[in-house]
């Protein structure tokens, strides 16, 4: 299978402040990639489409200029959580497909704690 | 909004036996169909994909899709103990590219 990145796989901030999260597909190319979130016991959820040089496309509910989504190459996606705050404490995970394939593979993802 | 349903258990089967996961989902016009594996702490990992009626085996896993009964299972034989984690049913939304919904996922103990 594909293998994807991410980095940090762990970060603390203090609330008020701004968080990027790198995601990076290492054996393949990546036209498209997805951002989910998870809190405890409960299951994925679908932020934003990240889409390589265009805008990424949110779901409902997700605040666009909160979590501001950059797809600069074909490799990378970033996204950085802007004025963090405890309630966005959570765990960050980025997926991709293989090239050519159907199947998404997930990053190992990024715990945020927001004090 | 389109549902995936997943019995979260946790369901507790002894060493060796198999284990039946089950799923349903509400969107009909979803095509592609996945179990993912999730431990504590971790990311998911998928297991399978199937996208055609019937069944799909790949070693000691076979996932199983019916789409007239919006129906998708996971059989999980010779059940071991590093099986124990939570399984995650994945489809993908007809009308959000190839984005997934997830189900909220069984968590499976398998006891030695």
């Known amino acids: 299978g594909a293998v994807v990145s991410q980095h940090p796989s762990w970060v603390i901030c203090k609330s008020g402040t701004s968080v990027k999260i790198e995601c990076r597909s290492l054996d393949f190319q990546a036209t498209t990639m997805f951002w989910y979130r998870q809190f405890p016991k409960q299951s994925l959820m679908l932020m934003a489409t990240s889409n390589e040089g265009s805008k990424a496309t949110y779901e409902q509910g997700v605040e666009k200029d909160k979590f501001l989504i950059n797809h600069a190459s074909l490799t990378l996606s970033t996204l950085t959580v802007t004025s963090a705050h405890p309630e966005d404490s959570s765990f960050y995970i980025c997926?991709?497909?293989?090239?050519?394939?159907?199947?998404?593979?997930f990053g190992p993802g990024t715990r945020l704690t927001v004090t | 909004q389109k549902e995936v349903e997943q019995n979260s258990g946790p369901l507790s089967v002894p060493e060796g036996a198999i284990a039946s996961l089950n799923c349903t989902y509400s969107?009909?016009?979803?095509?592609?169909f996945f179990w993912y594996r999730q431990y504590s702490g971790k990311s998911p990992e998928l297991i399978m994909s199937?996208?055609?009626?019937g069944d799909k085996e790949d070693g000691r896993f076979t996932a199983q899709l019916n789409k007239a009964s919006q129906y998708v299972s996971l059989l999980i034989r010779d059940s071991q103990p590093s099986d124990s984690a939570t399984y995650l049913c994945a489809v993908t939304a007809s009308n959000s590219g190839y984005a997934l919904n997830f189900g909220k996922g069984t968590s499976l103990l398998v006891t030695p």
């Open positions: 997926s991709a497909f293989g090239q050519g394939e159907y199947e998404q593979y």
């Open positions: 199937i996208y055609s009626n």
């Open positions: 969107d009909r016009g979803s095509q592609s």
